[in-house]
């Protein structure tokens, strides 16, 4: 008893040394060193281009969406991308180029705190979704939309002059510009989905172009708009909840369901299924019945039916009523003249 009572006093004085001492207890304690702490933060010097999947910000980013998971929308911001740059065209009179930079998954409060100031957020609403996005245009392709549109000479750079609002002619010609893109975004979604997006308004404030939660996962599409030497970028995105009406359509590999249809086939096949023999029954009437009852029927057992001669008569196709008739008689083959339609079901 004496030994165990001494190996006890000696685990004691282990265990109040470990937690009294604050140099970490020798090699019992394991505290991590620089390096590891800046691996766990996704910091590591070392590694810098896995820093993105590494560590907490792996955790971080896990719960954001993959827009690869919804393969349409690489052929409708595709299709965005082409008429923009014909409608882009018609409206500066000027050779435009526009083209897809890159499609992502962000939070949204993250990308509202990454948007370079002074910037231009036009707020939108897709009427047919009831739900919002976001259009963002940098200073740069504001200030060279200004000077096409008020005729600035070709060659020279577009002057920007930062540290001052937006003027009001400075706003009108950009939501021109923004009405255009919006209208060929509803023309892109239309051999998917047809939707209406209708500008709602004009802000430089990103806190005040808020649509969602901050921590609600989002697309962005980033778009580079050229005009010979000058130019800039235009950003476009779109929440999850709001793409959730037609989630269904962008799981889609190819709008097979829609377009690839074989139109000769389909009109075949209708044709044929019209000419198809169907049987018809009359049902004089019904009576139900036990099991017990079954069993006890002999020969000569009578069963009484409700109908009348002048009673409704139902016609059935296998299990489903078609009409309803009256039983007569046609020279010397029993008829159905049928006088209206049964009830269909849901």
Same mark, same amino acid.
């Given at each position: 008893?004496?030994d165990a009572?001494?190996?006890?006093?000696?685990?004691?004085?282990?265990?109040?040394?470990m937690?009294?001492d604050?140099? +970490?207890?020798?090699?019992?304690?394991?505290? #991590?060193?620089?390096?590891?702490?800046d691996? @766990? &933060? $996704?910091?590591? /010097?070392g590694?810098a281009s896995?820093s993105?999947?590494s560590?907490?910000?792996?955790?971080?980013?896990?719960?954001?969406?993959?827009?690869?998971?919804?393969?349409?929308?690489?052929i409708?911001?595709?299709?965005l991308?082409?008429?923009?740059?014909?409608?882009?065209?018609?409206?500066?009179?000027?050779?435009?180029?526009?083209?897809?930079?890159?499609i992502?998954?962000v939070?949204?409060?993250?990308?509202?705190?990454?948007?370079?100031?002074?910037?231009?957020?036009?707020?939108?609403?897709?009427?047919?979704?009831?739900?919002? +996005?976001?259009?963002?245009?940098?200073?740069? #392709?504001?200030?060279?939309?200004?000077?096409? @549109? &008020? $005729?600035?000479? /070709?060659?020279?750079?577009?002057?920007?002059?930062?540290?001052?609002?937006?003027?009001?002619?400075e706003?009108?010609?950009?939501?021109?510009?923004?009405?255009?893109v919006?209208?060929?975004?509803?023309?892109a979604?239309?051999?998917?989905?047809p939707?209406?997006?209708?500008?709602d308004?004009l802000?430089?404030?990103?806190?005040?172009?808020?649509?969602?939660?901050?921590?609600?996962?989002?697309?962005?599409?980033?778009?580079?708009?050229?005009?010979?030497d000058r130019?800039g970028?235009?950003?476009?995105?779109?929440?999850?909840a709001?793409?959730e009406?037609?989630?269904?359509? #962008?799981?889609?590999?190819?709008?097979?369901?829609?377009? $690839?249809?074989?139109?000769?086939?389909?009109?075949?096949?209708?044709?044929?299924?019209?000419?198809?023999?169907?049987?018809?029954?009359?049902?004089l009437g019904e009576t139900?019945?036990?099991l017990n009852?079954?069993l006890n029927?002999?020969?000569?057992?009578?069963?009484?039916?409700?109908?009348?001669?002048?009673?409704?008569?139902?016609?059935?196709?296998?299990?489903r009523?078609?009409?309803?008739?009256?039983?007569?008689?046609?020279?010397?083959n029993?008829?159905?003249?049928?006088?209206?339609?049964?009830?269909?079901?849901?």
């Open positions: 008893m004496s009572a001494q190996d006890e006093d000696q685990i004691a004085a282990e265990w109040a040394a937690a009294g604050e140099g +970490g207890g020798g090699s019992q304690a394991r505290i #991590l060193n620089q390096d590891e702490i691996s @766990l &933060l $996704g910091f590591d /010097r590694a896995d993105e999947n560590g907490v910000m792996a955790l971080i980013n896990s719960a954001l969406v993959s827009y690869e998971r919804l393969p349409m929308l690489d409708v911001f595709d299709r991308v082409r008429m923009m740059s014909t409608s882009l065209r018609n409206l500066t009179s000027d050779n435009v180029e526009a083209s897809l930079d890159q992502s998954s939070r949204f409060g993250d990308y509202l705190n990454s948007i370079p100031l002074p910037a231009m957020l036009s707020v939108f609403k897709a009427e047919e979704w009831d739900n919002y +996005g976001l259009l963002t245009v940098d200073s740069a #392709l504001i200030y060279s939309i200004v000077d096409v @549109l &008020l $005729g600035g000479r /070709r060659g020279t750079a577009a002057m920007r002059i930062e540290g001052r609002p937006y003027t009001t002619i706003r009108n010609l950009v939501e021109r510009m923004v009405h255009v919006l209208s060929d975004l509803s023309s979604f239309d051999p998917l989905s939707v209406t997006f209708r500008f308004r802000e430089t404030n990103p806190r005040f172009a808020a649509i969602t939660r901050a921590g609600n996962a989002a697309v962005l599409v980033k778009i580079r708009i050229d005009m010979e130019g970028r235009l950003e476009l995105l779109i929440p999850y709001t793409l009406p037609v989630r269904e359509l #962008l799981l889609q590999m190819f709008m097979g369901e829609k377009f $690839g249809r074989d139109s000769i086939w389909e009109t075949h096949l209708s044709s044929e299924l019209y000419h198809t023999d169907v049987e018809l029954k009359a049902i139900p019945s036990t009852e079954v029927w002999k020969i000569g057992t009578r069963l009484m039916f409700n109908t009348q001669p002048d009673s409704l008569i139902q016609m059935r196709c296998g299990d009523p078609l009409y309803f008739g009256r039983m007569g008689r046609k020279s010397q029993l008829a159905v003249r049928v006088e209206m339609d049964a009830p269909r079901e849901e």
